[in-house]
């Protein structure tokens, strides 16, 4: 099962990029805009993370405060 949705996984990260290159090469996306894009979505992602990160730390504090 797991070599399975190993491998659909794969196809989908694949199908990603395939559709990724054929909207630069069919229409003459600028490789720049598409790296532009890239950056602010990691960033997005980063923020998005961190949030959560500090959430989670903040109920981890506040559960160990109350047990005391």
């Known amino acids: 099962m797991a070599i399975k949705r190993r491998r659909s996984f794969i196809t989908s990260v694949l199908a990603c990029i395939a559709f990724i290159a ?7 996306l600028p490789v720049a805009d598409v790296l532009s894009y890239l950056v602010l979505m990691l960033v997005f992602l980063a923020v998005i993370v961190a949030v959560a990160f ?9 559960r160990n405060r109350k047990d005391k």
Do not use: E, K, N, T
């Not at 054929?22 to 003459?28: L, P, V």
């Not at 989670?56 to 506040?62: C, D, E, I, Q, R």
């Open 22 to 28: 054929a909207a630069i090469w069919s229409w003459d």
């Open 54 to 62: 500090g959430f989670g730390a903040l109920l981890s504090w506040l």
